[in-house]
């Protein structure tokens, strides 16, 4: 083999490939990266965070850090991974910082703007009522997921938004399938105690 | 399989994350007990509930606005060092070699005529410069002639004899 570095099983990685390649000096590779991974970040932390406009901003600084350590870039996962990782423990961070300046709880029910006012230009619609109802939903499940201890919150988030398998939850989070099981087992169990008491729904 | 083992393993199970043995177990489980196929159902019924908190959209402009950011957070030396790079990347990738080519021909010939035009300029300025110098040379020559008439004379007294030096030395 020419170069050792093919043995890296995570050069197969087209996320990792782009990477490098901005590496080498293409910005074009870094927007394509950008252009994927954003919108997903964006709505990872915010689910995490519970703010839309802090959202905003801990996505740019997630973006922030990959290019300051686009230098010294060496593959060690799959892009996916790693870039998730920086996004929780920025998302942490910025969470651990505001305890003491509480980043108010009822601050995602508040600070709704954007979908909030597009809901309420539909309710001329004949399905105003249960387009309240869903609202009334979506209300409840943002408390709930936010009652969570942080680190079944995040394991719940990767798995029902982001789609990650048990085994890519572990990466990210540097933990176990074990305990990633456990942690989700836990995280279902607190959200359906939330969601639907028991009697509600039936 | 008793009940609590059971729910334990249910929301693990509803993601199809257990081993066969185990779902097994589970699936057999469930099919025979009332009160784990409520707890099932509760618990597909809350983690669908979840889809209800919809995706947000990013601001637009958020790649031109992060690369605002990085120009901001960079000292301006960097910033420039690497438009320069980048200007010169550029220069390389549209293949210009016969473009440099010329431009270096160019060069060389004018700084080559540039060359012979001084040379020829400062011989010129060499020959006015002789003669300018001859002019003075013959002039020094005959006040040399009459060093010793100007050497003996008291320069106030003998003042009209100045003027008349031409016919002393006749």
Redesign the interface.
Known sequence: MPFPDNTNPYLSDPDVRLMLDFQGGDKASFEALMRKYYPRLLNFIYRFTGSAELAEDLTQEVFLKVYSASTAYRPKSKFQTWVYTIAKNISLNELRRHKKTPLSLDEPFLSEDGPVQRQLEDTQTPRADEQMLRDETSAAVRAAINSLPENQRVAVILRRYEQFSYEEIGQTMQMSVKAVKSLLSRGKENLKNKLTPAGTFE | MRCDQAK??I??Y??G?LGQEEARLVKGHIASCAACQKELH??E???K???????????PG??S??WT??SL?RPWYETLGQEM?EAL?RLRRRRLAPVYVMVCVLLMTSIFSLRNYWQMREAQELAASLDQEELEMAADVELAENFDIIQEMDFLEDLEVIEDLDSLET
């Open positions: 334990k393993l929301p693990v509803l993601d994350e509760a618990l019924r809350s983690w509930m979840l889809g209800e908190w919809k995706n947000i959209d990013p601001a958020y790649v606005r992060f950011k990085v957070e790079g990347d």
